[in-house]
Every structure is written in structure tokens, then in C-alpha cells.
């Protein structure tokens, strides 16, 4: 049979005056044995009722009942049921009840004698603390009822024999015998019930000194416990600190870690210098009904108490952000939105730091209404995890730099290696023309004149292409060094333009090229440029069109504005294209597409690199686009507008050296052949 009827709470609603206390089950086990002694010091005769919570507990007083039994016939004990405890008569009554029973989680004794009468009526009390505590059986606590009071006493035996004749009908005449025998109907309460206590003091005395022990006790426990966590806490981390070297995943794992080793509501962890202003959350751990920061911009500068930590690097433990007492108030008043829109309630922030420097910081929140104080041990292991953390983000740090120097040293590397493939074939090629020509002249000295002339003439051109490939190393090794002076003036696109155009024909005088078209319109602004730089590029992005487009192919140039602040130019052919994957890469240093030596067209691949470093430092972009092999390719750049009133003033008409009519298509003479369209 099961009941769900608390035996402590029948008690005290029968006798309202009583007032449970708390007890440790070392105090009750003591008391327990107290009341047993009477029995065994030969009190005999007297009804005893035994309740235990398990068949193990009663187990181990099982010899203790026995030779109780041997001293009296109401003897009653009842137990969760058990392998070995079921409900007979034999040496005295057992009454196994159910584990859903209430009686699972209660603890009592009943002694009723002619001259002595006690009862110990207790529950176990499980708590929030208690959940928290170390799960120790000392410190097991119950809340209960202990009195030697004989009208006390009465009423939690009737209750006990009561439940025991429902659980064993077959002794209900035995249970009645008891009741007759020991329950005077004539006994009342006395005119003070405090439910502890009597008249043994040394028992008193005896309990009073095992209570307070045990709270000494628990207190230590739970000291070592806290101690325990913390270096569980912090050996956990510092195992991922060690294992890994990468700064999310151990953020990760801390966030997690802290936030439920100490039950905040939600943890921060994040990393900041002294200079930011703002940081985005990437990294939390909170309670599922506390609303999420991840991906949320988290102020630094305008945020004073933040600031504040920023800049003296102290921890800050805020209580209550509601009080007006707060030394940090006026800190909290100038943020008080950004409290209440993410009901912060209790704050302690703990700096980062790495050998004086700022590198992060652990945010720990409290969203409930109730403040929290902030302990020393709250404050001492969130900056034992703070110092593990530094060195972690700065491990992460040396890592990522350590990456990325090793891949600028492959670069390098390939860069090593393409500079000697290709200048060895660039240099290679005229040096043996520039040779082969000398040697003939020199051993040549009845070579025809005209022959001679030849020779001079293709020893000068291969002397001017060694030339120019080592002024292209010497250039790109400037812009990269940052080395350049830019004079930068208002200019005339088309004028640049137009100086580009000579270049290119001036090039390719002897062979066929592609058609020019030139496209630019007739109100368009002056630009903010290195006139001479910039028509160096116009001239690369030229020259690279024409060596991969047909010579019937077409190039076209364009002007348009893409911004308020920036013309753009492009540069279009309907040659060989590009592959999508290698936009990027086309201006990289050394690059050929073809391969260093097994390319068809001329070259060192340090033009379009050139480019990119020229455009980037006149203030624009660069980039390409094409949609593949044999579908022709653009490539893009923009330039600055220059302010003031030149702004409004036409390119064309500002270019002395500008051709062609305005409003009409012009041929220009030469080759290759250029279309000019206003």
C-alpha cells in the first residue's frame, strides 16, 4: 500500500504549537541511539515504532532490534521494501512500504514506556544549497520534531500505529492492544510545546555539540568543494589552453565552463585593447531564458564603466546596478539603457591583461531582480581563468602570426622561384641575340653594311628589353616598399588617355594589332592622380590587352562615373579571357597564366602587379572580370575626382594633347588603328 500523506505534516497540523527544527542525520542517528538505550537499559515493556527510509539503513541497526525485541512485544518497524525487508511476524512486526511511499523520505522513532516517552519525527529537507553541496551523507539534513513531551508523544504514535494497521490489516488487533496500553486519552498538551527537547540535558548538550560540529563540517565541505571546483575549473581550461591554439575554440570552451561553475546568467569572454572602441560578441554562455548578445556590437568607449576598466585595468564587481549608493553609479547612469535593454542586474567585469597590456575581458551577468554579491572566491577564480586566458590570446596571436609568416615565406618562395624561371628566359633570350650579334660584328669585318646595321639594330632592341625588365623590378620594388613620392594634380583623363595611345602605337609600329576604341563622354571631371603613373597603367592594361587579343580582335576603353567621388576606366578585349578562379590572382607577382616557360606571349608577369600597387596608392581599386577561356576579359580601376571647381570643367577641352573632333568619330593614323567617341 502506498501513502503520500507526510507524517511530519499530520503532526503538525494536529498540534499546531509545535516548531520543526533542522537536524543533521549525525545529530538524529545520536538521538535515535539515545532513545534506544532507554529500551536496552531495561525499560521493558514499552512500544517502540521504527521508520526507516531504505532497507540499508535498516540494516545496519537490524542487531540493535533484535535485542529490543527480546525486551518487548510492540515492537513495529517499517522500511522501504527490499530484497531481505518484507511485512511478517516473527521476532517483532515489519512493515515494508512502497518507494513512492512519503515515508521514503522520512525519518522516525516513537518510545513509549511507563516512565520514559520520546518521539523523533523528522523529513529530509532537499534545497537548492543542498543540491549545490557535496553529496556527502554527513551532511544530509532533516527537519523534524524531537520531544520527550508525553502528549506529543501520543499523537505520533496513534498516527504511526494508524498507518501501520493500514499497511498490515492482519495486525490492526495488535496495533489497537498498543493503543490501548500506551495512549492515555486523559493526557493533555502542556501550556508550552516548542517540539524540541525535554528533560534529559545531557542529551540536550549531546545535540547541541553535534549540531554545531556538523555545521562546521558542512561549512568545510563546502569550502573544499569550491576549491575543488575552482582547480577543476581551472585545469580544464588550461588543458584546452594547452591542446589548442586557437583563440574561439578556447573562448568557447571557458565561456561555457565559467558561466556554469559559477550559475551567472550570461558569460562574456572577448578580446579588446585599450584603443577599441567596440568589440562584436562572439563568444557567450547564458541561461536558455536570458536573451543572446552573439553578434551584437558591444561598446568599449562610449560605455564609461567599461572605459574605466579599460583604462586601469581592475576588476569591477557591481552588486546592484540599481543603486544609487554605487560608487560606479555615475558610470551606470550614463549606460543605463544599455542595462535595461539587456537587464543586467548584477555586473563583475574582469580585465585581460598580458604584461601590463590589455589584451580582453570576462563579463559575467546576473538578469535576475534580486542583486548578488560578488565573493572573493567569485572574484579570485574569474581572475585565476582571466591570467590563463591572456597568455592563451597571446599564444593565439604568436600562432596566427606565425601562419601567416609562414605563408607569406611560401609566397616568397614561389615568388623566388618565378623570378628565376622568368628572368632567367627574359634574360636569357637578348643576351644571346646581344652575343651572337658581337661576335659577328667582331669577327665579321667584311660583313656587307646593311648586314651590319641589322646587327647593331637587333643588339640595341634586346639591350632596351633587358633594360626595361630590370627597371620593372626596380619599380614594382619601390611601390611595394612604399618609396614612392605621388605629386598628385588635377588631370584630364582623356589627356591621359591620349598619352597612352602614343605609347602603345609607338610600340607596335611593324606588326598588326587590335583596334582601339576609345569611349569617354563629354561632361566628365578631373581626376586627382600622378599623371605619369597613371598613364603608366593605362599603357600596362593596354599592352596586356593587345598581347591576348587577336589582331582582329577589338579593345575597348571607357570612362564613366561610378561614384560621386570616383571615375572608373575599363579596359575590354575580346581575346583569350580568363579563368574565373584566377581573377584574383592575374596580379600577383610574376604570374603566367601559360606557365614561366611555355608562354606564347612575351613578358615578366610584373605589369598588372605594378598596376595594382599604382592604383591603390593614387586612393582607387583594380580588379578583373571575364567569363572564361576565348570570352574576352575587363579589367577596372578607379581614380579619385578632384574637388573644387575643375570639377565641372570637360576633360577634352582641357587636353592640349587630345585628337579627333568633339561630338564626331575620328580615325587616328598609325597602328594600331583607334576610334575616338565622345
Known amino acids: 500500500m502506498r501513502n503520500s500523506t507526510s507524517v511530519v505534516?499530520?503532526?503538525?497540523?494536529?498540534?499546531?504549537?509545535?516548531?520543526?527544527?533542522?537536524?543533521?542525520?549525525?545529530?538524529?542517528?545520536?538521538?535515535?541511539?539515545?532513545?534506544?538505550?532507554?529500551?536496552?537499559?531495561?525499560?521493558?515493556?514499552?512500544?517502540?515504532?521504527?521508520?526507516?527510509?531504505?532497507?540499508?539503513?535498516?540494516?545496519?541497526?537490524?542487531?540493535?532490534?533484535?535485542?529490543?525485541?527480546?525486551?518487548?512485544?510492540?515492537?513495529?518497524?517499517?522500511?522501504?521494501?527490499?530484497?531481505?525487508?518484507?511485512?511478517?511476524?516473527?521476532?517483532?512486526?515489519?512493515?515494508?512500504?512502497?518507494?513512492?511511499?512519503?515515508?521514503?523520505?522520512?525519518?522516525?522513532?516513537?518510545?513509549?514506556?511507563?516512565?520514559?516517552?520520546?518521539?523523533?519525527?523528522?523529513?529530509?529537507?532537499?534545497?537548492?544549497?543542498?543540491?549545490?553541496?557535496?553529496?556527502?551523507?554527513?551532511?544530509?539534513?532533516?527537519?523534524?520534531?524531537?520531544?520527550?513531551?508525553?502528549?506529543?508523544?501520543?499523537?505520533?504514535?496513534?498516527?504511526?500505529?494508524?498507518?501501520?494497521?493500514?499497511?498490515?490489516?492482519?495486525?490492526?488487533?495488535?496495533?489497537?492492544?498498543?493503543?490501548?496500553?500506551?495512549?492515555?486519552?486523559?493526557?493533555?498538551?502542556?501550556?508550552?510545546?516548542?517540539?524540541?527537547?525535554?528533560?534529559?540535558?545531557?542529551?540536550?548538550?549531546?545535540?547541541?555539540?553535534?549540531?554545531?560540529?556538523?555545521?562546521?563540517?558542512?561549512?568545510?565541505?563546502?569550502?573544499?568543494?569550491?576549491?575543488?571546483?575552482?582547480?577543476?575549473?581551472?585545469?580544464?581550461?588550461?588543458?584546452?589552453?594547452?591542446?589548442?591554439?586557437?583563440?574561439?575554440?578556447?573562448?568557447?570552451?571557458?565561456?561555457?565552463?565559467?558561466?556554469?561553475?559559477?550559475?551567472?546568467?550570461?558569460?562574456?569572454?572577448?578580446?579588446?585593447?585599450?584603443?577599441?572602441?567596440?568589440?562584436?560578441?562572439?563568444?557567450?554562455?547564458?541561461?536558455?531564458?536570458?536573451?543572446?548578445?552573439?553578434?551584437?556590437?558591444?561598446?568599449?568607449?562610449?560605455?564609461?564603466?567599461?572605459?574605466?576598466?579599460?583604462?586601469?585595468?581592475?576588476?569591477?564587481?557591481?552588486?546592484?546596478?540599481?543603486?544609487?549608493?554605487?560608487?560606479?553609479?555615475?558610470?551606470?547612469?550614463?549606460?543605463?539603457?544599455?542595462?535595461?535593454?539587456?537587464?543586467?542586474?548584477?555586473?563583475?567585469?574582469?580585465?585581460l591583461t598580458y604584461q601590463g597590456e590589455l589584451v580582453g575581458m570576462i563579463e559575467l551577468h546576473h538578469c535576475q531582480p534580486q542583486p548578488y554579491e560578488w565573493t572573493q572566491d567569485d572574484k579570485a577564480l574569474v581572475d585565476d581563468i582571466a591570467a590563463h586566458l591572456s597568455v592563451a590570446i597571446i599564444q593565439a596571436k604568436a600562432y596566427a602570426n606565425l601562419q601567416n609568416l609562414n605563408h607569406q615565406l611560401e609566397a616568397l618562395d614561389r615568388t623566388r622561384a618565378n623570378l628565376i624561371a622568368i628572368t632567367g628566359h627574359e634574360l636569357r633570350t637578348p643576351l644571346s641575340t646581344i652575343q651572337v650579334c658581337l661576335e659577328s660584328l667582331a669577327t665579321e669585318p667584311d660583313m656587307p653594311g646593311e648586314l651590319r646595321q641589322i646587327m647593331i639594330q637587333s643588339a640595341l632592341e634586346d639591350a632596351e628589353r633587358m633594360r626595361k625588365l630590370v627597371q620593372d623590378f626596380l619599380t614594382l620594388s619601390k611601390l611595394e616598399s612604399g618609396r614612392v613620392e605621388w605629386n598628385l594634380e588635377s588631370l584630364s583623363i582623356q589627356e591621359c588617355v591620349d598619352l597612352a595611345m602614343s605609347s602603345i602605337r609607338a610600340r607596335s609600329e611593324s606588326t598588326p594589332a587590335p583596334t582601339i576604341k576609345v569611349k569617354i563622354p563629354k561632361q566628365v571631371p578631373l581626376v586627382r592622380a600622378d599623371g605619369e603613373w597613371l598613364v603608366e597603367v593605362l599603357v600596362k592594361l593596354l599592352d596586356n590587352a593587345s598581347k591576348f587579343t587577336p589582331a582582329d580582335g577589338k579593345i575597348t576603353v571607357q570612362v564613366t562615373r561610378s561614384s560621386p567621388t570616383y571615375l572608373q576606366v575599363t579596359i575590354a578585349d575580346n581575346g583569350r579571357g580568363i579563368e574565373p578562379s584566377r581573377l584574383n590572382a592575374v596580379f600577383d607577382r610574376f604570374y603566367q597564366e601559360e606557365g614561366a616557360l611555355r608562354r606564347t606571349t612575351g613578358g615578366t608577369g610584373l605589369g598588372l602587379a605594378m598596376s595594382r600597387q599604382i592604383i591603390e596608392g593614387l586612393g582607387g581599386t583594380i580588379w578583373a572580370e571575364s567569363e572564361g577561356k576565348n570570352k574576352g576579359s575587363q579589367f577596372h580601376f578607379t581614380v579619385p575626382i578632384a574637388q573644387g571647381k575643375a570639377d565641372h570643367r570637360r576633360s577634352n577641352n582641357s587636353s592640349p594633347r587630345s585628337t579627333g573632333m568633339i561630338g564626331q568619330p575620328a580615325t587616328v593614323p598609325g597602328n594600331p588603328s583607334v576610334l575616338l567617341d565622345d
Request: charged share 25%.
Open 9 to 351: 505534516e499530520e503532526l503538525l497540523t494536529a498540534i499546531p504549537q509545535l516548531r520543526p527544527r533542522l537536524y543533521f542525520k549525525t545529530s538524529l542517528t545520536a538521538l535515535s541511539h539515545a532513545m534506544e538505550d532507554h529500551i536496552l537499559a531495561g525499560n521493558r515493556g514499552a512500544l517502540v515504532i521504527a521508520s526507516f527510509q531504505q532497507e540499508r539503513f535498516y540494516l545496519q541497526e537490524a542487531n540493535r532490534y533484535l535485542r529490543i525485541a527480546g525486551l518487548s512485544d510492540q515492537l513495529y518497524v517499517l522500511s522501504g521494501q527490499g530484497t531481505s525487508f518484507t511485512s511478517h511476524s516473527d521476532n517483532y512486526e515489519t512493515i515494508a512500504f512502497a518507494p513512492e511511499d512519503a515515508l521514503i523520505h522520512e525519518w522516525h522513532l516513537v518510545v513509549m514506556g511507563d516512565d520514559y516517552q520520546a518521539c523523533l519525527i523528522c523529513r529530509e529537507r532537499i534545497s537548492m544549497e543542498e543540491i549545490d553541496a557535496p553529496s556527502l551523507d554527513q551532511t544530509r539534513r532533516f527537519e523534524g520534531i524531537w520531544t520527550q513531551d508525553r502528549y506529543v508523544s501520543q499523537r505520533a504514535a496513534e498516527i504511526l500505529l494508524d498507518r501501520i494497521a493500514q499497511y498490515r490489516p492482519d495486525i490492526a488487533d495488535k496495533t489497537a492492544i498498543a493503543k490501548q496500553r500506551y495512549l492515555d486519552p486523559s493526557v493533555v498538551p502542556s501550556e508550552r510545546l516548542e517540539g524540541s527537547g525535554g528533560p534529559d540535558p545531557f542529551t540536550q548538550r549531546l545535540v547541541t555539540y553535534l549540531q554545531a560540529g556538523q555545521y562546521k563540517l558542512l561549512k568545510a565541505y563546502k569550502a573544499i568543494t569550491a576549491q575543488e571546483q575552482r582547480e577543476r575549473l581551472v585545469n580544464s581550461i588550461t588543458s584546452v589552453v594547452r591542446q589548442s591554439l586557437e583563440a574561439t575554440e578556447i573562448f568557447e570552451k571557458a565561456a561555457t565552463e565559467l558561466g556554469q561553475a559559477l550559475n551567472v546568467c550570461r558569460c562574456l569572454i572577448y578580446s579588446c585593447s585599450a584603443t577599441d572602441t567596440s568589440v562584436i560578441i562572439e563568444h557567450e554562455h547564458l541561461k536558455p531564458t536570458v536573451e543572446s548578445l552573439l553578434g551584437e556590437t558591444w561598446p568599449l568607449a562610449s560605455s564609461p564603466l567599461l572605459d574605466y576598466v579599460q583604462d586601469t585595468q581592475e576588476i569591477v564587481a557591481i552588486a546592484d546596478t540599481q543603486d544609487t549608493q554605487s560608487p560606479f553609479r555615475y558610470e551606470l547612469d550614463a549606460i543605463r539603457l544599455l542595462i535595461e535593454r539587456w537587464r543586467i542586474q548584477s555586473w563583475l567585469i574582469v580585465p
